[in-house]
């Protein structure tokens, strides 16, 4: 797929539709080839290690689709697509991960260790307070409102230190095991490649991808604000979806949470962070502003997150409760 992908975009007479299609199934054939790779590993390394690496390659995709954006000065785009992946792993991939989990439980209950919840759900407020703060300067115009540009560079760094002591605590404490883990198959090296390639090919398939994603919204008659919180957000993050829900299926339960929340916490206080100092160099400027409905959406996301993951169980009800809240979202920004 990836191959027909890469046809797709260099060739001529090809729909623009039909490259951008391709380009999207190509970032979800990369993202069963990580999953596989990720489940491999994991039984060497254990859910803390595996589940940050993971998130790492995983995100690339999500890294290069924005700075492709802002050097084609699609900011609405870029910002909706950051916005989107923390949305979609929070909301959607955790919601299906819980109700596949807590599916094959004969209590109906999926429980995991609570600690790196409450992490995440403490990475992600933190990002928030810096785009609720920006969002309440903009919109009351008050001095602050002119320097928004410099606050976001500021906030950017203080947000990485933060990201940075929490990898180093985290890391070296020690997680639970999973209880459902299986033998892997591959050796470490052949795992460890299968990732590397991965990351390496979701770089080229994000170019075309975002190459055809313009004339895709035109075509189909879509918001931009639609395409970067649910399309692009989606495509981009297809690795998390594949390894959460397949993990959680398999009763992987500390890898699953592990893999999905180690990239709602690295976007949030990593990727958004990087990409807002990366920006200077582009043709666009990402800040930490965004639509007032939009802070809303990461706010509320942020307390819900917290409340249904936060005591280290999960149930086929909240799950679904995850899930429901991703769809009114992606309902507002189809209008947006």
């Not at 390639?197 to 075309?208: E, L, R």
């Not at 249904?308 to 809240?325: N, P, R």
Request: net charge negative; proline share 3%.
């Amino acid at each position: 797929m990836t191959v027909a992908a890469g046809v797709a975009r260099y060739a001529s007479g090809i729909p623009d539709v039909a490259a951008f299609i391709l380009a999207g199934l190509a970032l979800a054939g990369l993202a069963w080839v990580v999953s596989f790779a990720t489940e491999q590993v994991g039984g060497r390394f254990g859910p803390a290690v595996t589940g940050l690496m993971q998130s790492t390659l995983g995100n690339l995709p999500e890294f290069f689709v924005v700075i492709f954006a802002l050097q084609a000065g699609e900011v609405i785009v870029a910002e909706t697509a950051i916005l989107g992946s923390i949305l979609v792993n929070a909301l959607l991939t955790l919601g299906l991960a819980i109700i596949f989990g807590a599916r094959r439980e004969k209590d109906g209950i999926m429980r995991f260790s609570p600690r790196l919840p409450n992490d995440t759900a403490t990475l992600l407020l933190i990002a928030s307070f810096i785009i609720v703060l920006v969002g309440l300067a903009t919109q009351s115009h008050d001095p602050a409102s002119h320097h928004i540009r410099t606050i976001s560079i500021i906030g950017a760094i203080a947000i990485l230190v933060v990201y940075a002591v929490w990898v180093r605590q985290y890391l070296t404490t020690p997680s639970a095991a999973d209880e459902h883990h299986e033998a892997p198959r591959l050796s470490t090296r052949n795992a460890l490649i299968l990732l590397a390639i991965g990351g390496a090919a979701s770089a080229f398939v994000s170019d075309w991808f975002v190459h055809a994603l313009e004339p895709t919204i035109h075509t189909l008659h879509i918001s931009r604000a639609f395409a970067g919180l649910v399309i692009v957000a989606i495509a981009g993050n297809a690795v998390e979806h594949a390894v959460g829900v397949v993990l959680a299926s398999k009763g992987q339960y500390e890898l699953a949470i592990s893999v999905i929340k180690n990239s709602v916490a690295q976007i949030a206080a990593f990727l958004y962070p990087v990409l807002v100092l990366v920006s200077l160099l582009t043709a666009s400027t990402l800040t930490f502003a965004l639509a007032p409905v939009y802070i809303g959406a990461l706010f509320g996301t942020a307390i819900l997150v917290w409340q249904i993951t936060g005591d280290g169980e999960a149930t086929l009800f909240e799950g679904t409760a995850l899930v429901a809240t991703f769809v009114i979202l992606a309902t507002v920004a189809a209008f947006e």
